[in-house]
């Protein structure tokens, strides 16, 4: 039974730093690409970013390139994403999900697991 749990959101201020973290069971993590998506109240799921299943290769939205960078640790089955420069616009769930396979997508349908999510709130 696959199972992902994120961590690490909270409250920051604008212009601030926060990393969320998402470990992984139950799966062969290397197996696997991973993605962020966020939700923000009265909004549809959106992509944020994606990465490979050796951490090569990563992708970004464009409202988050620049401010945000996706890593992860097959030793420690855990993906992470670190936000910088925050904005409250930035303000959301941040979920992460696994794709069976790796092949590149922004579409949250196309994967195949998911977290919980973790609430990141931005103050201005």
């Known amino acids: 039974q696959v199972q992902m749990a994120e961590s690490g959101g909270g409250l920051v201020q604008a212009g601030g730093s926060l990393r969320v973290s998402c470990a992984a069971s139950g799966l062969t993590f290397s197996n696997y690409a991973m993605g962020w998506f966020r939700q923000a109240p009265g909004k549809e799921r959106e992509f944020v970013a994606f990465?490979?299943?050796?951490?090569?290769?990563?992708y970004y939205a464009d409202s988050v390139r620049g401010r945000f960078t996706a890593s992860r640790d097959n030793a420690k089955n855990t993906v992470y994403l670190q936000m910088s420069s925050l904005k409250p616009e930035d303000t959301a769930v941040y979920s992460c999900a696994a794709r069976n396979g790796g092949r590149f997508t922004t579409r949250y349908e196309e994967y195949d697991d998911w977290g919980q999510g973790t609430q990141v709130t931005v103050s201005s």
């Open positions: 990465i490979s299943r050796t951490g090569g290769y990563t």
